[in-house]
């Protein structure tokens, strides 16, 4: 069975700092997906890493995706306030039939505190 | 272009009854996946439809069921209610049948308080 970990579970940072978000999946898969939620919200897509050494940058935000190591990594630079929010990876084993189905990790709950 | 809508969004029920969610994917897509949302849980994965047809499922009690329209809107059902249902229920809809395509777009989900 698919594993998705995310760490850390929680990250206070400081605005202007930067830090890094850790994905570790346990099988192989060759699609990874970074979504962010607000309180009370849905999901936000914010990345789709479709091979292995995929990086993709928006803005404060790089993802990338390491298939060999089954990692994936969401980089923030200089952290704002807006940033504050809960990210999550999502997972899609490859083979066999995972028609819609993601396997997400346990999130990781970001402040940015002034 | 719409995104994708979930109805209703806030749902109270008590213990016992049972509850139906709707969701109407982005124009076009036809792909419908529906994921349960719980702080202990986190987000877990309900079933998949595509074409009408549930092709994946999640590893919940038959309680939990579904269906998609012609249309592609979908419906899911959840009989003799339970505490622990109380969650945020999220919808996704996805352009195409590949699997090595499936980027998938939330809805606003439904908060489903079980009392």
């Given at each position: 069975e698919l594993k998705v970990e995310q760490n850390p579970l929680f990250l206070s940072m400081q605005e202007g700092k930067n830090y890094t978000i850790y994905c570790n999946y346990s099988t192989t898969s060759d699609r990874l997906y970074w979504y962010r939620q607000d309180p009370g919200k849905s999901l936000e897509s914010l990345f789709v890493l479709l091979s292995n050494g995929a990086v993709k940058q928006e803005g404060r935000l790089m993802a990338s995706l390491d298939t060999k190591a089954r990692l994936s990594t969401l980089h923030i630079t200089a952290a704002v306030h807006d940033l504050s929010a809960t990210y999550f990876c999502a997972v899609v084993p490859a083979g066999g039939t995972s028609y819609g189905k993601l396997t997400f990790g346990q999130g990781t709950i970001l402040t940015v505190h002034p | 272009k719409a995104g994708v809508t979930q109805t209703p969004r806030y749902l109270i029920k008590t213990r016992g009854q049972q509850v139906t969610l709707s969701c109407s994917p982005i124009s076009g897509h036809r792909s419908v996946s529906w994921y349960q949302q719980t702080p202990g849980q986190g987000l877990q994965f309900l079933f998949e439809y595509f074409s009408e047809t549930q092709r994946n499922k999640g590893n919940?009690?038959?309680?939990f069921s579904g269906r998609q329209f012609s249309n592609s809107r979908s419906e899911m059902n959840v009989s003799t209610l339970e505490l622990g249902d109380s969650a945020l229920y999220l919808c996704a809809s996805s352009l195409t049948s590949n699997r090595y395509y499936n980027e998938q777009f939330f809805g606003p989900g439904t908060r489903l308080t079980v009392l």
């Open positions: - | 919940f009690p038959g309680r």
